[in-house]
């Protein structure tokens, strides 16, 4: 099974961007998996910033993007997007998605399964 992230770019701050992750693969059943955004910026350690239940209906926002961004998931599609809105520069870092089956939380060490991630840049 494999989590691929994209949707990454430079954007203006005050801008937007949405990111996808899309899993693929046999073995892995998508809605038992808590799907969580983590970032990590430069010099920075990774951090957890939204985390989407299994079902799709328990979202949670670390207090840093709550208002900003919105997670979201269509299990039909096993794709999460995370929506980023009014973008600063201290949102620049590597976003990634992970998954995780028996937590829903903000830990890393608490998830799987990784994607890639996607390399987001806010600047003038």
């Known amino acids: 099974v494999q989590l691929q992230a994209s949707g990454g770019g430079l954007v203006q701050p005050g801008g937007s961007l949405r990111l996808s992750c899309v899993a693929t693969?046999?073995?892995?059943?998508?809605?038992?998996?808590?799907i969580g955004w983590f970032r990590q910026g430069p010099g920075k350690e990774r951090e957890g910033i939204a985390v989407?239940?299994?079902?799709?209906?328990?979202?949670l926002y670390v207090d840093s993007v709550k208002g900003r961004f919105t997670i979201s998931r269509d299990n039909a599609k096993n794709t999460v997007w995370l929506q980023m809105n009014s973008l600063k520069a201290e949102d620049t870092a590597v976003y990634y998605c992970a998954g995780a089956d028996s937590a829903f939380n903000f830990e890393v060490e608490d998830y799987d399964i990784w994607g890639q991630g996607t390399l987001v840049t806010v600047s003038s």
């Open positions: 989407i239940s299994p079902s799709g209906n328990i979202p």
């Open positions: 693969g046999s073995g892995f059943t998508f809605d038992d998996y808590a």
